[in-house]
């Protein structure tokens, strides 16, 4: 579709196979890249999403390559996991500042030039963990939950400037984030997914680039679960 697509951690995982699949649409796909490479036809940043100043260097870059930024998809994210009573309040704060303040800071950044041309298309991707909780997961699900009200709150901002915020959440999904799993925590959480299988980041791409598509324009404070149903009712 020839639009400036920018999607954080677009270089691995769920990431990169939003930038393939948008790739395929005829988009010019920018990825933040911090480690390996960008996938082939893609602009690789070197962006930390926790660093403003990356963040606007970044951006001026892809505005100068590809024009202003149409569709932000932001992506990147991590885990520390541990029981609340074992959990270190760096732990609990680096994951909110990438998680939550890291989907802030581009937002904002990107809102700028959507305004502008009263266009633009966010997705930011959340987890099932957000709606279900998790143990062992407060910090994670606590920052994937204030997603939604980003995102909700947003589309109560500038839902009538042309643009559009939604949220996917993926349930579990096989990437390095997964690979990290202890054997039977994978086990276990694979017995409560209704459709029986762990999802290949396909599976998110194909959500994430229809809610990001023209067809979709009337879709906007939705979230979208992409979980094989393990998440149902919530
Ligand atoms: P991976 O661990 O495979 O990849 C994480 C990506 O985030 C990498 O591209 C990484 O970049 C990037 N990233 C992390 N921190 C930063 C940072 N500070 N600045 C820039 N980039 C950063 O994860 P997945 O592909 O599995 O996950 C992608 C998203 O989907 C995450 O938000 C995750 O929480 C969510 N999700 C994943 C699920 C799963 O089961 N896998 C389930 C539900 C949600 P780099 O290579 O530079 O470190």
């Known amino acids: 579709m020839n639009r400036s697509v920018f999607i954080t951690g677009g270089n691995r995982g769920i990431g990169r196979a939003i930038a393939e699949a948008m790739m395929a649409e005829g988009d010019h796909v920018a990825v933040t890249c911090r480690s390996g490479e960008p996938p082939a036809g893609a602009l690789g940043v070197n962006c ?58 581009v937002a904002k950044r990107a809102m700028r030039g959507m305004l502008r041309s009263r266009y633009g298309r966010m997705v930011f991707i959340s987890s099932a963990g957000a709606l279900r909780g998790e143990p062992g997961q407060a910090n994670y699900a606590a920052a994937k939950a204030g997603l939604i009200g980003l995102a909700r709150s947003l589309t109560r901002e500038c839902g009538a400037r042309g643009i559009t915020f939604n949220v996917v959440a993926p349930g579990l999904v096989a990437t390095d984030m997964t690979a990290a799993l202890p054997e039977a925590r994978l086990e276990q959480i694979m017995k409560e997914v209704p459709a029986g299988r762990i999802a290949e980041p396909k599976d998110i791409a194909a959500a994430v680039r229809f809610l990001a598509s023209d067809e979709a324009s009337y879709i906007t404070g939705e979230v979208l679960r992409v979980d094989g149903g393990v998440g149902m009712g919530h």
Not at 55 to 64: Q, T, Y
Not at 85 to 104: I, K
Request: no cysteine; aromatic share 6%; proline share 3%.
């Open 48 to 105: 930390d999403i926790t660093a403003p100043e990356d963040i606007e260097a970044a951006f001026k870059l892809i505005e100068e390559k590809h024009g202003p930024v149409e569709v932000l998809i932001a992506n990147a994210g991590i885990t520390r996991d541990a029981l609340l009573v074992r959990m270190a309040e760096e732990d609990f704060t680096t994951v909110l500042d990438t998680n939550l303040t890291g989907t802030y800071r």
